[in-house]
């Protein structure tokens, strides 16, 4: 898990709010995943972006979520309006490279909305 | 869509015994990647299987990639406390390698 970095570790939101996770990858790392996880439950894929491009968004609700990876900063993922649905541990991971699948995560978001 | 799927979802043991759990998919998959999560913390990569057949060790864990790259397998031995987490299998789906996980295997120990 080192070198991806996640914050918040933990984020309240009211019903309404919007919600913006961030992530760093790994230093040298171009390739940024997205996933959600619910209690007792695996990973779920979201969005998969490299620099500046979204690669696969085939994971996001349609409405209220997007994601960005732009050419400076971290990653972000942005919940608007939040629902008590959308309350889950969000995962980042990044990867080196398309050709190199081998993923590795940071500690996660835990979004509880109220 | 390619499907990753682990079975058993659900496995609770004595210390010391030893257990498989299996990841498998209709789909031919370039390699496979097992993770572990702990309550509360990211997934862990412990190992990529990459070649039909490949079998990799990682101390007690053993690792099988099957021949036709369709299938993975893990295999405890000597289970302890400190093995319990959730198992994860991961591969990369089409051209554009999107990672796809299972559901996966949540392993308990008990001493």
């Known amino acids: 898990n080192a070198g991806v970095m996640q914050n918040p570790r933990h984020l309240v939101r009211r019903r309404g709010q919007e919600a913006r996770l961030r992530c760093s990858p790994m230093?040298?790392?171009?390739?940024v995943y997205w996933y959600r996880q619910l209690p007792e439950e695996g990973l779920k894929f979201m969005v998969y972006?490299?620099?500046?491009?979204?690669?696969?968004e085939s994971g996001m609700p349609k409405e209220r979520f997007s994601a960005e990876f732009p050419k400076e900063g971290p990653s972000i993922l942005r919940i608007q309006q939040v629902v008590r649905g959308d309350s889950a541990a969000y995962f980042c991971?990044?990867?080196?490279?398309?050709?190199?699948?081998?993923?590795?995560f940071g500690q996660g978001t835990r979004l509880t909305v109220v | 869509t390619q499907l990753l799927e682990q079975s058993p979802q659900f496995l609770s043991i004595q210390e010391g015994e030893n257990l498989t759990v299996y990841c498998n998919s209709s789909?031919?998959?370039?390699?496979l990647q097992w993770y572990r999560q702990e309550p509360g913390e990211g997934p862990v990569l412990l190992v990529t299987v990459v070649t039909g057949g490949e079998v990799k060790k990682l101390k007690r864990l053993t690792f099988q990639f099957g021949d036709a790259r369709k299938d993975s397998s893990l295999h405890i031995t000597a289970a302890q406390p400190g093995d319990t987490g959730l198992y994860l299998c991961a591969g990369a789906e089409g051209g554009d390698d999107k990672i796809i996980f299972g559901k996966g295997t949540r392993l308990h120990i008990l001493p």
């Open positions: 991971a990044s990867s080196h490279n398309a050709a190199n699948t081998e993923a590795f």
């Open positions: 789909s031919v998959f370039s390699s």
């Open positions: 972006l490299q620099k500046e491009n979204i690669i696969d």
């Open positions: 230093k040298g790392h171009s390739h």
